[in-house]
């Protein structure tokens, strides 16, 4: 079956450092995705690991550990403007078929 | 290049009629996907397609549910004799790399 787990809602302050975190059980691993997804917006792609480490771009940063089954995003100096959901998928072998968790929505607060 | 374009942005149709709505990918873009999400969820996988074939459909769509896309272009997703739990927002993606870009959806009421 495929399993992604990710938290509700959190709630950070502007300016601070937000992880969102995601676990996941798939049949299979091909890669893992971060979008954004603003309300009554489509998700916007942030993030793409493959490989166990660290991936950095901006304020933004992902990190996977395949064998854990474990993946978070790392959000600094946050703003207002990112107050969204973001959504954490996975690439399920044999294919280009992406699945998604149900979203962790964040709340940023002055 | 405009992105993934989808159209209607809004559908109202009383249940048990045919709705059919369309996508424009990324013209370069060879992968296309069709995705179900409602509120509060992540979006529920459909099917997809490289270029015109159709390589994969996720076991929950009905055989109400089909999906075109012919000559490897644009894309139809037709649903039949609607009912109220097929209410939600359908989400189109196109890709030639790692990322998806979606569409606007295009978000269905059935009354």
């Known amino acids: 079956g495929q399993n992604i787990d990710q938290p509700t809602e959190m709630t950070a302050t502007e300016g601070a450092i937000v992880q969102i975190n995601c676990t996941y059980q798939t049949s299979g691993f091909n890669g893992l995705f971060w979008y954004q997804q603003h309300a009554g917006e489509a998700p916007t792609f942030l993030s793409y690991?493959?490989?166990?480490g660290l991936e950095e771009k901006g304020r933004f940063s992902s990190f996977l550990s395949r064998s854990k089954g474990y993946s978070y995003l790392l959000l600094k100096e946050l703003q207002m403007k990112d107050s969204a959901s973001y959504l954490c998928a996975v690439r399920v072998e044999g294919g280009f078929k992406t699945i998604f968790g149900a979203g962790t929505r964040l709340f940023v607060k002055a | 290049d405009t992105g993934v374009s989808q159209n209607p942005r809004h559908k109202i149709t009383k249940r048990g009629q045919n709705v059919t709505f369309r996508c424009d990918p990324i013209s370069e873009h060879n992968r296309l996907y069709w995705y179900r999400q409602t509120l509060g969820q992540g979006p529920e996988f459909l099917t997809y397609f490289q270029n015109e074939a159709q390589l994969e459909k996720s076991r929950l769509l009905s055989d109400r549910f089909s999906a075109e896309r012919p000559k490897g272009s644009f894309s139809t997703l037709e649903i039949q004799r609607t009912e109220q739990g097929d209410s939600a927002m359908y989400l189109c993606?196109?890709?030639?790399?790692?990322?998806?870009?979606f569409g606007s959806g295009t978000r269905l009421t059935v009354v």
């Open positions: 993606a196109s890709s030639l790399g790692e990322g998806y870009t």
């Open positions: 690991n493959v490989l166990d």
